[in-house]
C-alpha cells in the first residue's frame, strides 16, 4: 500500500510547477483528478517529442485523471463542488483571485469544507505590489536576480531548466503533506499559499548575504564563486574534467598525489580556501598545467587515487547512456514513454505509476456521473 492511497486530490492546474506537486501525489497513492479547460492544459502543447505529445505533459501528468470544466459554467461550477465534497487536497495555480471570481474563495472553502487543504502556487503572492502581475518561470528567473549569478561573465542567462517551477512545486508537495499530517492531528484542513519568487528567494540566500555584505557573487560559467578550486579543466587530450575541492586537507591531499608538489599544500597563497579564492587565477594555473600533463584517462584515474570529487562535463547523450540513470517506463495515449525515474526509493516496495491520461472525459468516468 502507498502512503496517500485513500485520498483525493483536486488539481485545476496547468503548466508545471502545480502539475509537478500533484504528479508527486499521485506517485504516493492519492487518487488526483486533474481540471483541465476544454482545451486542455497549455503545457499539452509545449512540444512533441513524447510520442507526438508533449515531453512536459507526459513528464509531469502521470497517474492522473482528467476532467475537463469550463469553471465559468454554473453546471461545471457544481461538478468542481461535488468533486470538493470528496477531497482532501486541491491545488490550485490560477491567477490570483480567479478562484473566488468563479465562486469558491477561500472563506467559502475553509467553511463548506473545513478537512479540506487548500494549496494555492501564484507568482507574487496574495499582496503586494506586483500580486497581478502574470509570472512563468523565466521571468521569475530574471525577477528574482538569478540570472545576475548564471551564466558566464559577458552576460546573465537562464538556468537550462524550469528551476523556479519544479522548486515550487516541489516546496508545495513538502507544505501539502507536512498540512496533511497536521490535518491527522488536529482533525482540521489547512490554506496554503506559495509564491514562485518567494520560493526563488529562499533559495537565493547565500548570494543574497554575499552581495549585502559587500562581496557580489560574480557569474563564472562552470566555476564556484566561494570555493577555489572548483571548475573545469581541460586534459592534454581535451576533455573536460570538473574538479571540487572542498576543504583544505583535499587541497593538500590534491597537491601532493595530484600535482606532485606538496609544498604549495602549505604555501600561503592557498592554504586555506580564502586564499584560493583570492589567488584563484594563480590557483587554477597550478591546476591546469597538472592536467595538460595527463590524458582523460590518466587524469580521472589519478585524481580517484587522490579521493578528489569530480564529473564528467556531460550532455544529454551522455544522460541517456549514463550507467547510473535509473528509469520508469508510463503509459500514454500514444504509447509507452520511458525517462527518469524519480529519486526518492523506497526499501522493499517497487513503486507503480500510471498512466498519462488524455483530454477527453470518458463515459465511464466514476464522477462524471
Excluded at 461535488?82 to 495555480?93: R, T
Excluded at 561573465?153 to 519544479?166: L, N, Y
Excluded at 577555489?228 to 597537491?255: H, M, N
Aim: aromatic share 6%; charged share 25%.
Amino acid at each position: 500500500m502507498r502512503p496517500l492511497e485513500g485520498l483525493t486530490v483536486i488539481a485545476i492546474e496547468q503548466a508545471v510547477a502545480a502539475p509537478f506537486t500533484s504528479s508527486r501525489l499521485a506517485d504516493a497513492g492519492a487518487r488526483v483528478i486533474k481540471i483541465e479547460r476544454p482545451e486542455g492544459d497549455f503545457a499539452r502543447g509545449y512540444d512533441d517529442v513524447a510520442l507526438g505529445q508533449s515531453s512536459y505533459f507526459v513528464w509531469l501528468n502521470r497517474g492522473k485523471e482528467s476532467v475537463t470544466l469550463d469553471l465559468r459554467d454554473p453546471a461545471d461550477q457544481a461538478q468542481l463542488k461535488e468533486l470538493l465534497d470528496g477531497a482532501d487536497v486541491l491545488i490550485q495555480n490560477l491567477k490570483r483571485g480567479a478562484l473566488a471570481r468563479l465562486g469558491f474563495d477561500f472563506d467559502r472553502l475553509a467553511r463548506e469544507w473545513p478537512r479540506l487543504i487548500t494549496c494555492s502556487i501564484t507568482g507574487y503572492g496574495e499582496d503586494g505590489p506586483m500580486a497581478d502581475r502574470k509570472a512563468y518561470d523565466l521571468l521569475i528567473q530574471a525577477e528574482s536576480g538569478l540570472c545576475s549569478i548564471t551564466g558566464g561573465p559577458e552576460e546573465p542567462a537562464r538556468v537550462g531548466i524550469s528551476i523556479v517551477d519544479i522548486a515550487t512545486g516541489a516546496t508545495a508537495h513538502a507544505a501539502i503533506l507536512e498540512a496533511l499530517i497536521q490535518r491527522g492531528i488536529t482533525g482540521k484542513g489547512a490554506q496554503i499559499s506559495i509564491s514562485m519568487f518567494d520560493v526563488m528567494a529562499d533559495w537565493l540566500t547565500v548570494p543574497l548575504l554575499n552581495a549585502e555584505a559587500g562581496k557580489p557573487p560574480q557569474r563564472l560559467g562552470m566555476a564556484h564563486p566561494s570555493i577555489a578550486p572548483y571548475g573545469v579543466f581541460r586534459t592534454k587530450d581535451d576533455e573536460a574534467i570538473l574538479i571540487s575541492v572542498q576543504s583544505d586537507r583535499e587541497w593538500r591531499k590534491l597537491c601532493d598525489s595530484f600535482l606532485g608538489r606538496a609544498e604549495l599544500g602549505r604555501d600561503p597563497r592557498f592554504a586555506t580556501n580564502v586564499a584560493r579564492v583570492a589567488n584563484r587565477s594563480e590557483t587554477d594555473a597550478l591546476i591546469a598545467d597538472g592536467f595538460s600533463r595527463l590524458d582523460a584517462a590518466e587524469a580521472t584515474q589519478a585524481l580517484l587515487a587522490a579521493d578528489v570529487a569530480l564529473a564528467s562535463v556531460s550532455d544529454m547523450d551522455t544522460l541517456s547512456a549514463h550507467p547510473h540513470l535509473r528509469r520508469v517506463t508510463v503509459g500514454t495515449p500514444n504509447g509507452p514513454v520511458s525517462y527518469p525515474a524519480p529519486a526518492a526509493r523506497f526499501a522493499d516496495s517497487e513503486r507503480r505509476y500510471g498512466p498519462v491520461p488524455s483530454l477527453n472525459k470518458r463515459e465511464d468516468d466514476p464522477w462524471t456521473a
